[in-house]
């Protein structure tokens, strides 16, 4: 994925995702809204997100922010060239809640590489 110089949701129909077809009901992904993963029952989530930057961009240029339904941002993080970010955290989400990753980079040269991703585990109500 290459990094804008401005906040733009990840586009996740571009890139390898996991529906949890072990849950009825959990797929979190659907191609009408492909930069969202949307949760389908209210209840306690693991979401965890591993970011790892590429060799582009100065230290400190790349931004990465995890939002709930666009507007609540839940976590900003800043990262330099071969960078990497783990948030793994325990969430209270509602039904038709969504998730969306944003990720620019001051330069527009930064990448996130390949070995990143995104997961949501429904633990319960």
């Known amino acids: 994925y290459t ?3 401005s906040a ?20 979190y992904w659907n191609a009408l809204n492909p930069e969202r993963l949307t949760i389908g029952k ?10 790892y ?8 240029s790349y931004v990465v922010t995890l939002r709930k339904n ?8 800043n990262l330099s060239a071969n960078d990497f970010v783990a948030i793994d955290e325990i969430m209270y989400l509602t039904q038709n809640d969504y998730l969306l990753i944003l990720a620019h980079n001051t330069g ?8 990143s991703y995104f997961e949501i585990t429904r633990l319960g109500v």
């Open 3 to 5: 990094m804008p110089g």
């Open 8 to 27: 733009t949701p990840i586009d996740w129909d571009a890139y390898d995702y996991d529906t949890n077809a072990n849950e009825q009901g959990a797929t």
């Open 42 to 51: 209210t209840g306690y989530y693991n979401v965890k997100i591993f970011i």
């Open 53 to 60: 930057t590429g060799t582009g961009g100065a230290t400190d």
């Open 70 to 77: 666009a507007g609540t941002t839940l976590a900003t993080i």
């Open 108 to 115: 527009s040269v930064g990448t996130v590489t390949t070995n």
